[in-house]
C-alpha cells in the first residue's frame, strides 16, 4: 500500500521530532528565570529563593557575658 519514498518521509519526520524534542529540553533546563536572574544581580535574596531559605534555617548562636567589678568608695 505505500511505497519506499512513503517510509522514507516517516523516518525523516521521527529523526527530525527527536532533534526537536532535545532542543526545546535543552532551551528549557538552559534559560535563567527572574528569580535566578534576582538572585544573582541582588545584595539580598529574594524571599523564595533558596538562599534566603538557607539563610532562615541555618543555626546561629550567640554569647554574652557579663562582668562585674566592685568599685571602692572615693574615700579610699
Request: aromatic residues 6%; glycine residues 2%.
Amino acid at each position: 500500500m505505500t511505497s519506499h519514498d512513503a517510509s522514507v518521509c516517516i523516518d525523516a519526520v521521527k529523526w527530525l521530532a527527536l532533534v526537536l524534542l532535545l532542543v526545546l529540553f535543552a532551551a528549557a533546563n538552559s534559560c535563567t528565570t527572574l528569580v535566578n536572574r534576582r538572585d544573582l544581580y541582588s545584595p539580598e535574596p529574594a524571599p523564595n529563593s533558596l538562599e534566603a531559605m538557607r539563610q532562615m534555617t541555618t543555626v546561629t548562636t550567640t554569647t554574652t557575658t557579663m562582668r562585674r567589678e566592685a568599685i571602692a568608695p572615693a574615700g579610699y
